[in-house]
């Protein structure tokens, strides 16, 4: 009312400056002019006032609108980003915002750490106590994860099972401590009751981070999942018998889960991880080592490549040679596949071996550098019948070479890639039945002789080629 009102009076006191300054100008002319001259200077000063009010109401409303418009979509992301079963944020938002932190930790040099978190046994408990139960587990989770997380971490369900947590600004220590805070809480009090029994969860958990544990967020998570995948075999009960020794057939069973999840990655290895953990056996016992060692050994060649999960498609599939960066990327599976085999107890010494599966006898190798009898023996088995399988097999980036020139080499690197002693025994054993390992299903290696090839490998290479 009091806009209307000085509206008015404003257009009382235009009108009447008009008028007068018409009359002025006009000086003894008629009246009815002056006045009309008057109207039309009134009717452009009102015309002018009333445009500019309808233009700021517009504008008002435009603003309002574009308020309303912006709080709805923020409403309708919140949504979209949102898992409608625990209210945690979902797969897509998790790694949108994984991403965006991956990308402020490279500019200001922060480490950043993840969780992979997977929930053991819920299809046991779905079909047990119906899936209502088991949404009610999951959202009781969901409530425990965001109770013990700092206020700039982000919780998410990626579906089904999964859940995983972001940790801007937290290393590898806090990460570990979080999966620990987790355990000693789940392991307190049941996560729902019913009439019938009292339901403690059980998660399996692997972290990840940058820079610590990769550069880029593909590697990052795989590294995460590869130790949660190692995690969940452990709290499945893979352990030791409590009388002593071992289990053959439960060990053995172990082995083949884990050779079939990597030849899911990698289906080029799965044939030379049987030979090669065939050769080393046959090695091993040629030795004279017990029978324990020999059985650890065959375990350890079998598996050697089982960090390779952890490896990016990328980088695996490859049809051409690696470049430098891949290369340093393909280096790291021994370590995944320590880190995977480490936490099954009854593989504990396969693990050692896998971890040494590329260090060299004279000390040029990694991932450590060791050298001589530092390399556990089974590592040095493994390096000799690996080397030789690798040179007489075909691979898309290069030919198979025959089987003379492959022994060749062996024995030219003794002492300096492979310890002397297992070469010795291995060529032994190689002269004496040199298609015994062969399958017989495949050709193995080179079937024609090379004369040519032959005497262009065996001029004196320095590096006999292995297996990345």
């Known amino acids: 009312m009091a806009a209307a009102r000085s509206a008015v009076a404003v257009l009382i006191v235009a009108g009447s400056g008009a008028i007068a300054a018409a009359h002025f100008a006009l000086g003894n002319q008629p009246v009815i002019p002056t006045i009309g001259i008057a109207v039309l200077v009134v009717s452009a000063v009102s015309f002018e006032f009333v445009l500019r009010h309808v233009q700021r109401r517009l504008n008002r409303d435009a603003l309002q609108m574009q308020a309303r418009w912006e709080v709805r979509q923020a409403e309708l992301q919140e949504i979209a980003g949102r898992d409608d079963l625990t209210q945690l944020q979902n797969r897509r938002f998790f790694y949108e915002r994984l991403q965006e932190e991956m990308e402020i930790a490279a500019r200001r040099h922060k480490s950043l750490s993840i969780l992979m978190i997977d929930v053991d046994d819920l299809k046991a408990i779905n079909d047990e106590f119906g899936h209502q139960v088991g949404d009610t587990?999951?959202?009781?989770?969901?409530?425990?994860?965001?109770?013990?997380?700092?206020?700039?971490?982000?919780?998410?369900?990626?579906?089904?099972?999964?859940?995983?947590?972001?940790?801007?600004?937290?290393?590898?220590?806090?990460?570990?401590?979080?999966?620990?805070?987790?355990?000693?809480?789940?392991?307190?009090?049941?996560?729902?009751?019913?009439?019938?029994?009292?339901?403690?969860?059980?998660?399996?958990?692997?972290?990840?981070?940058?820079?610590?544990?990769?550069?880029?967020?593909?590697?990052?998570?795989?590294?995460?999942?590869?130790?949660?995948?190692?995690?969940?075999?452990?709290?499945?009960?893979?352990?030791?018998?409590?009388?002593?020794?071992?289990?053959?057939?439960?060990?053995?069973?172990?082995?083949?889960?884990?050779?079939?999840?990597?030849?899911?990655?990698?289906?080029?290895?799965?044939?030379?991880a049987r030979r090669v953990a065939r050769m080393a056996a046959c090695i091993a016992r040629e030795m004279n080592l017990s029978q324990d060692d020999v059985l650890e050994i065959e375990y350890a060649a079998a598996l050697h490549d089982i960090g390779k999960i952890g490896v990016a498609d990328s980088i695996l599939r490859k049809p051409d040679a690696l470049d430098d960066g891949e290369w340093r990327d393909m280096r790291r599976h021994s370590e995944l596949g320590y880190q995977i085999l480490k936490g099954i107890d009854f593989l504990h010494d396969a693990a050692d071996i896998v971890h040494a599966h590329h260090e060299r006898y004279d000390g040029t190798g990694y991932p450590r550098g060791l050298a001589g009898n530092e390399i556990p023996k089974g590592a040095r088995v493994f390096a000799v019948v690996d080397a030789y399988d690798a040179m007489i097999s075909k691979r898309p980036y290069r030919e198979a070479i025959p089987r003379e020139a492959a022994l060749m080499e062996i024995a030219t690197n003794a002492g300096t890639q492979f310890d002397p002693h297992v070469v010795d025994q291995f060529l032994v054993m190689v002269r004496r039945n040199p298609d015994g390992f062969r399958d017989d299903d495949e050709v193995y290696g080179s079937r024609f002789e090379n004369q040519q090839a032959a005497e262009e490998v065996g001029s004196g290479t320095q590096f006999v080629p292995v297996e990345p």
């Not at 981070?209 to 550069?215: A, L």
């Not at 593909?218 to 075999?233: G, S």
């Not at 082995?255 to 990597?262: F, G, H, P």
Request: charged residues 25%.
């Open 137 to 272: 587990v999951l959202r009781a989770f969901g409530r425990i994860l965001n109770t013990h997380v700092e206020e700039n971490h982000v919780t998410a369900r990626l579906g089904g099972d999964e859940f995983a947590v972001i940790m801007p600004d937290a290393g590898r220590r806090e990460a570990d401590a979080l999966a620990w805070r987790l355990w000693e809480e789940l392991a307190k009090s049941p996560v729902c009751e019913t009439d019938h029994a009292s339901i403690y969860l059980g998660v399996s958990v692997g972290t990840g981070g940058y820079p610590w544990g990769g550069n880029d967020l593909e590697e990052i998570i795989h590294w995460a999942d590869t130790k949660l995948y190692a995690n969940k075999l452990e709290r499945k009960g893979f352990k030791q018998p409590a009388r002593g020794g071992k289990d053959n057939r439960l060990v053995a069973a172990v082995v083949d889960v884990l050779c079939t999840a990597l030849d899911i990655r990698d289906q080029m290895t799965h044939r030379h």
